[in-house]
């Protein structure tokens, strides 16, 4: 008797743990990883959130635009070489990209005012001013076919 409660008590641990691991959305619900961006700007902030950090850009086409880019999480994000200290404001910088299928903001966690009405995409690879390349794996990738869209000019 006391081997059976014991082995429903692990099973109930167990089913209630493996629920919040398959919590986390998967890129493909939320971006349409069929359409690449190539956005080029300039660096406007940083946020390191949990779960995702964002970078946030300047984007100029006829008009200037604020782009919000999820990057990927803390953990994963290090381990792709990214710090901190990568992006700095002012910093001119292309991303590959891939669009939000939903509401521009639909994804930001807690939005509030200074996030709302940017565009919203997911970060893949990044270029850095010296030419340094770092890739979130679960974005579009650097190594890339030659139908992207290009959005937006960089500032030298």
Not at 79 to 88: C, I, V
Not at 114 to 138: R, S
Request: charged share 20%.
């Amino acid at each position: 008797m006391k081997k059976r409660f014991l082995g429903i008590a692990a099973i109930a641990a167990l089913s209630f743990c493996v629920g919040s691991l398959w919590g986390h959305h998967t890129t493909e619900v939320y971006f349409d990883l069929n359409t690449t961006y190539l956005l080029k700007g300039v660096i406007t902030s940083v946020a390191w959130r949990n779960p995702h950090a964002y970078a946030f850009m300047d984007v100029t086409t006829c008009k200037k635009d604020n782009w919000a880019v999820e990057l990927g999480s803390l953990p994963a994000m290090t381990r792709a070489g990214f710090s901190r200290d990568t992006l700095q404001k002012g910093m001119p910088i292309s991303i590959y990209a891939s669009p939000a299928k939903f509401a521009s903001n639909a994804g930001l966690p807690e939005v509030d005012a200074a996030w709302k009405d940017k565009h919203f995409v997911l970060g893949g690879c990044m270029t850095l001013p010296d030419g340094k390349q770092i890739e979130y794996e679960d974005g579009p990738r650097c190594k890339r076919p030659a139908q992207d869209i290009v959005i937006g000019t960089e500032s030298k």
